[in-house]
């Protein structure tokens, strides 16, 4: 624990890479603060969160995000459709070990800069300069973008589960597309009810998310082998580990790379620390274990998971096109019978709400973060944090909004509501690189490692990492088909509405945004010396504001009394 007396707080010392390191200023600390507070006001931002996560929340929210096996039956149609079941065995090792790449080089970040801003702090921060900004607006936007369209999706797969099981139960039922989104609609207004509450509660709640997917998980790994209604129960191993089928019209090779993205979809929720790390106490250390203890737990037990729908499938057609639209449920008929299978496809479901929930506390923080910093229209209403759950619930129903208006792209055709998982995949990974490449190939001598690093590892991981993520974005955005069988049915929209948001953001950036936006505001209380970053007028934006422009002109809001030395520091009084 810190004194009482004011003291100027020493970034080196605490091991993080700060906004401050582009000014050689400092920040202030006039109260009795823990190592964690220290950290992050050493980042250039005040404590408003409570810290009640801990490692295993943490843990928690990000294993949840993942699902694993939910996240998986969501996206089947996908490795199964393109490459069949040793497509979908290998696509898994393959992309999931190149995964780990990019999840140690963000759990570095993450342990320098433990900020629910993230990625986009550190875009700033490690920035060549002048390019501050405009690389933190880009993170921002694409994880943004990405976040997005998280609640959306998971949410989507799982109302289209629900009235599947629906139809299952009761064959004279058909479900609508209308139904698919009321149902949509509830889910959301639901998880939002439960993210707005306090932290701690969040925590616990996520926590009964994990012991869920887990347990389901095992239940899964050991009945559908065992319970099996086919002859024979399982596979051959040639079909497994040699049965690639090509179910697109590209050669086998890419059409195993484009089955990729059922992996890299359900691996990407391992960020969920980084923008948890505000409210995780010891975070620097905490979070990154965390961000790790994800990506290598969903490696090996999606692998399972994977490894299970392989050697039990029958009839891959079936499951992909099956009568229900959507193919868990036509696996779990396949391989278990009708009771027993609507039975498999219920606990999954119950275990896919969860990775909805954890979706939407991650994407909740993220918006809050931009929006602290201004990069978000309405920022001024997403950054608030309710006085009684002190959790950013403005921020919570914002994400949630946006869900409901792109759940409406379900009414254009399965395709258009399809690329939001594939735009998802993409806006992540691009926002998950970008500052490892500034790391890499920028930043030289200012990244100051925190106390969990990679050594002199770091930089052949984090060359592995931008390698994959530049290969497997294009693949992501190319669709099954081609030539003459192409139609605006089956085209992959990808490019065309991620390209088009970001297209929007950076045009915003050039025509107006450039003018105002110069990345993470600093609203320390107390600084020594006027700030600025890139050439930022820095304002502390708290009840009494004070504003340094450039000409060393000090504005006092209230009635604070400034005192300015012979060096020229500012010290609020």
Request: with cysteine; net charge neutral; aromatic share 12%.
């Amino acid at each position: 624990m810190s004194s009482g007396r004011r003291r100027t707080v020493d970034e080196s010392a605490l091991h993080v890479t700060s906004v401050f390191a582009k000014t050689g200023d400092h920040a202030v600390l006039d109260h009795v603060a823990d190592g964690d507070e220290e950290v992050l006001v050493a980042l250039g931002y005040k404590q408003e969160f409570k810290r009640d996560f801990s490692i295993w929340s943490s843990f928690s929210v990000s294993f949840s995000v993942l699902g694993l096996l939910p996240s998986i039956a969501s996206t089947l149609s996908y490795n199964l459709a393109y490459s069949g079941p040793a497509g979908s065995v290998w696509g898994w090792v393959v992309a999931g070990i190149l995964i780990q790449f990019v999840a140690l080089s963000m759990a570095e970040l993450c342990s320098s800069m433990p900020t629910a801003g993230g990625l986009y702090y550190a875009s700033a921060v490690l920035a060549p300069e002048g390019w501050g900004p405009l690389c933190a607006w880009i993170t921002g936007w694409s994880n943004f973008v990405g976040q997005a369209t998280g609640p959306c999706s998971v949410n989507y797969a799982l109302a289209s589960m629900i009235l599947t099981a629906a139809e299952i139960a009761n064959p004279a039922y058909t479900a609508q597309t209308f139904h698919i989104y009321l149902v949509l609609l509830a889910l959301l207004i639901l998880e939002g009810c439960l993210t707005m509450n306090s932290t701690k509660f969040v925590g616990r709640l996520n926590k009964v998310g994990t012991i869920a997917n887990l347990v389901v998980i095992f239940i899964f790994v050991i009945w559908f082998p065992v319970g099996s209604i086919n002859q024979p129960k399982m596979n051959s191993n040639s079909t497994v580990w040699t049965g690639v089928v090509n179910g697109t019209e590209w050669p086998s090779g890419f059409a195993f790379m484009m089955g990729f993205l059922s992996v890299i979809w359900t691996m990407s929720g391992y960020d969920a620390p980084f923008h948890l790390s505000e409210e995780c106490s010891n975070a620097n250390i905490a979070s990154p274990r965390a961000i790790v203890m994800t990506a290598q737990l969903g490696l090996y037990l999606g692998w399972a998971c994977i490894l299970v729908i392989a050697y039990t499938v029958k009839n891959i057609p079936d499951v992909v096109d099956g009568q229900y639209g959507q193919p868990m449920g036509s696996l779990c008929l396949q391989v278990l019978g009708q009771k027993a299978g609507l039975a498999m496809f219920s606990l999954n479901i119950i275990a896919q709400f969860f990775v909805g929930q954890g979706c939407t506390v991650a994407s909740s923080r993220v918006v809050y973060a931009y929006s602290r910093d201004g990069a978000l229209p309405g920022s001024r209403w997403w950054k608030k944090v309710n006085g009684v759950t002190r959790t950013p619930v403005n921020a919570v129903w914002f994400v949630l909004t946006l869900a409901a208006l792109l759940g409406l792209l379900m009414f254009a055709s399965p395709i258009a509501i399809g690329a939001v998982f594939s735009i998802g995949a993409i806006a992540q990974y691009v926002a998950f690189i970008f500052p490892v490449a500034l790391k890499l190939f920028v930043v030289g001598d200012r990244f100051r490692p925190g106390p969990w690093h990679l050594g002199r590892f770091s930089k052949p991981i984090g060359a592995i990492a931008c390698a994959w993520v530049t290969l497997i974005i294009p693949v992501l955005c190319f669709p099954a088909v081609k030539g003459s069988a192409l139609n605006d049915l089956n085209m992959n929209y990808t490019c065309l509405i991620y390209g088009g948001v970001m297209a929007l953001a950076l045009l915003w950036y050039a025509v107006d945004a450039r003018k105002w936006f110069k990345g993470p505001k600093i609203n320390v209380e107390h600084l020594i010396h006027p700030q600025v970053f890139d050439g930022q007028e820095v304002k502390v934006d708290q009840e009494d504001e004070v504003k340094v422009d450039q000409k060393d002109e000090v504005k006092v809001d209230q009635k604070d009394e400034v005192k300015v030395d012979q060096k020229d520091e500012v010290i609020l009084q």
